[in-house]
């Protein structure tokens, strides 16, 4: 059961959006190649109109429930985006170090799938580039139900997009 908080929350997006929420997750990590990282990561969801929508929200560190005070504070400044499904070219699993240093760098080249050796001993984020060229990194909870849910949604996701 969803806190009344929670509801108030996701009708909010629904209203702005002018869509309603179907798939949704939490993104512990959230990267792109503009250079903006989240630690503290995003909401992220599928509207029923084909787009894949997110925002994050500031969040401090914790540990044990006490929050911790970062020794350089940076300002937070609100980011959102909603991406249409069928603007995204492909869909890759690749290593979050390569991708926090591909973010931080601001560089446009998509990175390639991390092999199955990687995938077992490095942390992993799903890559989505568009055709554009921008690329998006989220940690996913579950890649494979973002993947199912995405193909629900009209997503043509065998292998890549």
Same mark, same amino acid.
């Given at each position: 059961?969803? /806190? ?9 997006? *629904?209203? /702005? ?7 949704? &997750?939490?993104?512990?990590?959230? #990267? ?12 992220? @969801?599928? &509207? ?28 937070? +400044? ?20 390569? #991708? #926090?240093?591909? @973010?931080?760098? #601001? ?5 390639? +799938? ?19 060229? +921008?690329?998006?990194? $989220? *940690?996913?909870?579950?890649?494979? +139900? $973002?993947?199912?849910?995405? /193909? ?10």
């Amino acid at each position: 059961m969803e /806190s009344q908080e929670a509801v108030e929350f996701i009708k909010g997006i *629904e209203a /702005s959006l002018g869509a309603r929420i179907g798939w949704r &997750t939490f993104a512990p990590w959230y #990267a792109d190649n503009s250079g903006r990282i989240r630690e503290y990561g995003v909401f992220l @969801c599928l &509207t029923d109109d084909g787009r894949l929508y997110f925002e994050d929200f500031e969040r401090l560190p914790q540990i044990l429930g006490y929050t911790l005070k970062p020794r350089n504070p940076v300002k937070y +400044e609100k980011y959102s985006n909603a991406i249409e499904i069928s603007s995204i070219k492909s869909i890759r699993r690749v290593k979050k170090k390569q #991708a #926090a240093d591909t @973010c931080s760098a #601001a560089s446009r080249i998509p990175l390639t +799938e991390a092999g199955s050796l990687a995938k077992a001993l490095s942390p992993i984020v799903t890559q989505i580039e568009l055709n554009s060229k +921008e690329c998006y990194y $989220f *940690e996913l909870i579950s890649h494979r +139900e $973002f993947m199912a849910a995405l /193909s629900k949604a009209g997503g043509d996701v065998n292998g890549s997009i």
